[in-house]
């Protein structure tokens, strides 16, 4: 799980490392921080036993799990708009190249990064998504 964090801050660092090396020191106002990581909800779960002598048990599960899911959801959501945002702020920025040539390359590598950080931001959120009900399902199981 910290692994795909990990993944995430490496595209990111050479996504920009990348994009800068073409068209020069870009300007973002936002960077990642703006928004809870997909892997944070999941990393924040207490252990599955949590009600164990609840009466409710089974439905507290159920409830942490669908919040879990919604959580990381509207996380992935986020990171998904910071990258479409910072494509349109290196779109503008790339304007900056008098060469039309360069303008060119620097626009597409933009949208190339973006695209794969979307593509990242996807498979992160089908994995934690995942582990959001194999929690749900880990803490129904300790209730009986």
């Known amino acids: 799980m910290r692994g795909w964090l990990l993944a995430f801050a490496l595209v990111c660092g050479s996504w920009a490392g990348a994009t800068r090396a073409l068209a020069g020191d870009f300007t ?85 990064d973006a695209a794969a950080q979307r593509v990242l931001v996807k498979t992160m959120k089908a994995s934690e998504l995942a582990l959001c009900k194999v929690w749900g399902d880990a803490c129904v199981v300790a209730c009986q």
């Open 28 to 112: 973002l106002p936002f960077g990642d921080g703006v928004c809870v990581h997909v892997d944070a909800p999941y990393g924040a779960l207490p252990s599955p036993a949590l009600f164990i002598g609840n009466v409710k048990c089974g439905s507290l599960c159920r409830s942490v799990a669908i919040d879990c899911a919604k959580y990381t959801t509207r996380a992935a959501s986020c990171l998904n708009t910071l990258a479409s945002d910072n494509l349109d702020y290196e779109k503008k920025e790339c304007a900056n190249n008098v060469d039309p040539i360069s303008e060119k390359a620097c626009v597409a590598l933009a949208i190339t």
